[in-house]
């Protein structure tokens, strides 16, 4: 499996745990901050908060 094939799987899962942690609530409310799944996630998968919020919102770094 080639390295950007195997990226992009990571990047996907990334983007899934995001939402369904986005989406948990209790008692009417979401349960959990963005800034705090973006801390979590990036502690579960080793990478910076930023980088996480770059897959997340499908940022590349380059410039237009």
Not at 39 to 51: D, E, G, H, I, N
């Amino acid at each position: 499996m080639a390295v950007k094939e195997r990226t992009e799987q990571q990047y996907e899962v990334i983007r899934a745990e995001y939402s369904r942690l986005l989406e948990v609530s209790e008692f009417g409310a979401k349960k959990y901050t963005h800034k705090w799944i973006i801390a979590k996630l990036a502690r579960k998968f080793f990478k910076s908060p930023r980088t996480i919020e770059k897959i997340v919102y499908h940022r590349d770094g380059t410039l237009l």
